[in-house]
């Protein structure tokens, strides 16, 4: 897990150093910085992976874009991002110089460093003449001559797993395909059936959770169906029954995935990446109040939190909202849960700050104040000036 993650010169961010948990929430006005500090941990992936260009980015989950370099007053184009991240006895720490404005050429590693407590694993200094292939990581070579039990390999392995969820409604509906496809679950939702299959011996349960958080539900269920104008004519489907719908004799209608709302569908996706034992170690999702109403969101972020703290993996998730009942849900007496106020500051520089869940309670008008309500009136940060 990561304890502590440094981020410098990287899009909207000048310098910003983050305490860790193991859920960690993100608050702030839209175009604050909160997708950039997504995207800055997906390159970090990256460069644990081996390598860091436009393709390995977006598979990532981060936006095709076409500027990681500071674009403020005072940075050139020699600029460099240095990115690390530290976790136990493990760190992996790179300086990396990204390809100029509008370029999709491979990111080059000026220097990598991957160490445990006996000492570096990996040492490249920058550009000593010893390493030909700048666009090539070292770490990921050497992980392949480490033991896979030995901490910091795990360490190393999660971090180059690392992916940005962001449901889309038409993959989850099945009218196209997930660009990004994934076991357990494509990142924009993709392969949905056949993961809530997978964790069939958890549909009873979901089912009651379901019923609990949607008046109209029934149940749902998986199946497997047939199509011979598809290649493969074999596929899989969820269902969901309405319970106001008629029953008649001989007859039952249901709701398909192309018919039901995109909360219930959303539901299906965030049980998967709670529940299945597939789903990543270390993830995020970007939005994860999508398509839900705010009381549903609140006790969604309640349910998440509960399955990613009792997961005995240790699981670690970043996640960004702009859904104030999203807060309420959160377990506000437990410090392995984080949650960060993301700002502009006057320069235009990211500025994020972790909330002292404690301290902001006790300086509450009275007990009526919400954490919800607290940050909508602006007392605790990450609200725009408008």
């Not at 001989?250 to 219930?264: H, I, P, T």
């Not at 990446?273 to 597939?278: F, V």
């Not at 993830?283 to 972020?301: T, W």
Request: aromatic share 10%; net charge negative; glycine share 10%.
């Amino acid at each position: 897990m990561i304890e502590t993650l440094t981020i410098e010169s990287f899009k909207s961010i000048q310098s910003v150093t983050l305490d860790l948990g193991q859920v960690n929430v993100f608050i702030g006005a839209n175009g604050s910085g909160k997708s950039n500090l997504l995207e800055a941990l997906a390159v970090l992936s990256a460069a644990a992976s081996g390598k860091v260009d436009q393709s390995t980015l977006v598979w990532r989950g981060c936006r095709a874009s076409k500027f990681f370099r500071p674009m403020f007053e005072g940075y050139g184009d020699d600029a460099v991002t240095r990115l690390m991240a530290k976790g136990g006895s493990t760190s992996y720490d790179v300086t990396l110089e990204s390809p100029s404005p509008g370029r999709s050429l491979p990111w080059g590693f000026q220097i990598e460093r991957w160490a445990q407590a006996g000492g570096p694993l990996v040492d490249r200094p920058d550009r000593d003449g010893q390493h030909t292939d700048y666009q090539a990581g070292l770490a990921a070579l050497r992980l392949a001559d480490t033991l896979p039990d030995n901490p910091a390999s795990i360490f190393l392995k999660s971090l180059a797993d690392f992916s940005i969820y962001s449901a889309d409604i038409a993959v989850l509906q099945g009218r196209v395909s997930d660009t990004q496809e994934r076991e357990p679950v494509g990142l924009s939702g993709g392969r949905l059936a056949e993961a809530l299959v997978e964790i069939k011996h958890f549909e009873g349960t979901l089912n009651e959770e379901f019923s609990a958080c949607l008046d109209w539900f029934s149940r749902f269920f998986t199946f497997i169906g047939a199509d011979l104008e598809r290649k493969n004519p074999i596929f899989h489907g969820i269902a969901f029954d309405d319970r106001f719908f008629r029953k008649t004799e001989g007859r039952w209608y249901y709701l398909g995935a192309g018919d039901v709302n995109e909360g219930a569908l959303y539901l299906t996706f965030l049980a998967v990446l709670g529940l299945h034992p597939l789903a990543p170690k270390l993830f995020a999702i970007e939005n994860v109040d999508q398509g839900l109403n705010p009381l549903l969101a609140k006790r969604l972020m309640s349910t998440l939190t509960e399955r990613i703290l009792a997961d005995e993996r240790k699981r670690q998730v970043f996640l960004t909202t702009h859904n104030p009942l999203v807060l309420d849900g959160l377990p506000l007496g437990d410090d392995r849960v984080r949650l960060f106020t993301v700002d502009r500051d006057n320069k235009g520089h990211t500025v994020v700050q972790r909330i002292d869940l404690e301290r902001a309670l006790k300086a509450r008008p009275n007990d009526e104040w919400t954490l919800s309500r607290m940050w909508v009136n602006g007392l605790i940060g990450g609200v725009p000036n408008v």
